[in-house]
C-alpha cells in the first residue's frame, strides 16, 4: 500500500483532511499525482446520501487532472512526468458488447466508479480525486492535451463529457438548435460545447442574471423559466434540450420545448420522474438520457476542447477550502465550477 492525503467524509457532511490508502501499484496501474480535481454536484449529492451510513469512507472527486508518478510495469501508454485526465469511471469488464464499442460507461457489469465504486479486483471501495494522489488502470488515464489548462480542464472529465457524449450522439451541429436548461458546471460546458458545434444554443435558467454569462458563453440568449410567456414563445424550438437541472423538475416544461421528433436528454436529476406520455406523444418527442463517456469519446471530446479552446469557467480555491466550495455550490453560488488546488496537501 502507499499512503497519500485527501479529504474524507466520515460522517459526511464535512470533509477532513485525513491519509487516504492507495493500492501497490498493479503491472497496468499508473500512480498519478493530483494537481487540480473538480468539484461536482454529484460530490454534493453522494455526500448527501453519505450522512448517516454505515462507517464507509468517502473520498469525493472524479474530474481530475495531474501528472503520472510511477507506472506499473506492463504500461507503455504513460510515462513518469505525462499530464494526465481522469474521469468518473476507472475501469470497466472490458467484455460485453458495450465495452466493445467503445461505450464502457455503459458496460453491462457497470463500470468502476472513480469514488464509491467496488474495485473488481480486490473488492475495495474506490476513493476520489479529492486526495494528493490517486492510482488508476492506465486504460482509464487520458493523455490531457498540451495546451489546455489543467485546473480549468479538470471539469472536462466529468462535466463535460457528460454533456458531450448526448451532444454529439444526437448530432448537434450547424442547423440543429439545443437548449441547455440549468447553467451550473454541465450547463456551461454544454452551452460552449454546442456553440463550438455550430449549434444555435439557448440558456433556460431560472436565473435571469445569468443572461449575460449565457451570451458570454456563446449562446444565443436565456429563457427564463420562471416567466410563462418567454416559456410558451420557445414552445417546440428545440432540437435537443440538455437538462442539466440538479433537483428534481417539471419535465412537461423541459419537453413543451422540444421540436417535433426532437430529445429531451436528462442528466441532471437521475431519479424518478413521473411523465405524462401526451407530452410525448404531442410532436413524437423523445426523452433521454446519458452518462459519463466511452474511452474513445472522453479522448475525441478532449482533442475537440483543445483544437476550440475549451475549458471550464472555474474559481481555482486551495483544497483546504472544500466544504466552503462545497456549500457555495450547495447555494448555486458558483461561476460555473469551483476546482480545487491539491498542492495545499504537500
Ligand atoms: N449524467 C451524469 O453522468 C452526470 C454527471 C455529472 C453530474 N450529473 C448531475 O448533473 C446535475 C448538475 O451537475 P452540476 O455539477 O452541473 O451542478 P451545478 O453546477 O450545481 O448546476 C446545476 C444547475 O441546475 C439549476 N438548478 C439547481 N437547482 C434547481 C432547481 N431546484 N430547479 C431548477 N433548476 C435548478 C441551476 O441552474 P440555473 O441557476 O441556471 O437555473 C444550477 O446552476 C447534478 O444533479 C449532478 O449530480 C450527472
Ligand atoms: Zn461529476
Ligand atoms: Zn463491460
Known amino acids: 500500500m502507499r499512503t497519500t492525503v485527501g479529504w474524507q467524509a ?14 501497490a501499484l498493479r503491472p497496468d496501474d499508473l500512480a498519478v499525482r493530483v494537481d487540480y480535481c473538480g468539484v461536482c454536484h454529484t460530490d454534493l449529492h453522494a455526500l448527501d446520501a453519505h450522512d448517516g451510513a454505515a462507517h464507509t ?4 472527486g472524479h474530474e481530475f487532472t495531474g501528472v503520472v508518478t510511477e507506472t506499473g510495469s506492463e504500461v507503455t501508454r504513460f510515462a513518469p512526468g505525462d499530464p494526465v485526465a481522469v ?30 465504486g467496488v474495485d473488481r479486483h480486490d473488492g475495495s471501495t474506490t476513493l476520489g480525486g479529492y486526495s494528493r ?7 482509464f488515464a487520458h493523455p490531457l492535451p498540451p495546451g489546455l489548462d489543467p485546473a480549468a480542464a479538470a471539469p472536462l472529465l466529468c462535466a463535460g463529457i457528460t454533456v458531450w457524449e448526448p451532444l454529439h450522439a444526437l448530432g448537434a451541429g450547424p442547423g440543429v438548435r439545443v437548449a441547455v436548461a440549468g447553467l451550473g458546471g454541465l450547463g456551461h460546458l454544454a452551452v460552449k460545447l454546442a ?7 439557448w440558456v433556460v435558467s431560472r436565473s435571469p442574471a445569468k443572461g ?21 414563445d420557445a414552445r417546440d424550438r428545440f432540437d435537443i434540450v440538455i437538462d442539466t437541472i440538479s433537483a428534481p423538475h417539471d419535465l412537461a416544461a423541459c419537453l413543451r420545448l422540444v421540436a417535433m421528433d426532437g430529445t429531451l436528454s436528462l442528466l441532471g436529476h437521475l431519479g424518478t420522474v413521473t411523465l405524462e406520455v401526451m407530452d410525448l ?17 472522453t479522448a475525441a471530446m478532449l482533442d475537440f476542447c483543445a483544437q476550440h479552446d475549451i ?3 472555474i474559481e481555482l480555491l486551495p483544497s483546504a477550502r472544500v466544504n466552503e466550495a462545497l456549500d457555495r455550490l450547495r447555494r448555486n453560488d458558483v461561476r460555473h465550477r469551483f476546482v480545487l488546488d491539491m498542492s495545499d496537501l504537500d
Open 195 to 201: 456553440v463550438a458545434l455550430g449549434a444555435e444554443t
Open 87 to 116: 474521469g468518473n469511471i476507472i475501469d470497466s469488464c472490458g467484455e460485453c458488447a458495450m465495452c466493445r464499442c467503445g461505450q464502457e460507461n455503459f458496460c453491462r457489469a457497470f463500470p468502476t466508479l472513480t469514488y464509491g
Open 133 to 139: 494522489e490517486y492510482v488508476v488502470r492506465d486504460r
Open 57 to 60: 469512507p468517502l473520498v469525493p
Open 281 to 297: 406523444l404531442v410532436g413524437r418527442k423523445k426523452l433521454s438520457s446519458a452518462g459519463s463517456g466511452g474511452r474513445q469519446a
Open 311 to 313: 475549458t471550464a469557467d
Open 212 to 232: 449575460d454569462d449565457a451570451r458570454r458563453l456563446g449562446a444565443h440568449g436565456l429563457l427564463v423559466s420562471s416567466d410563462p410567456d418567454q416559456m410558451a
Open 10 to 23: 466520515d460522517p459526511a457532511p464535512t470533509l477532513r483532511r485525513v491519509p487516504v490508502e492507495r493500492r
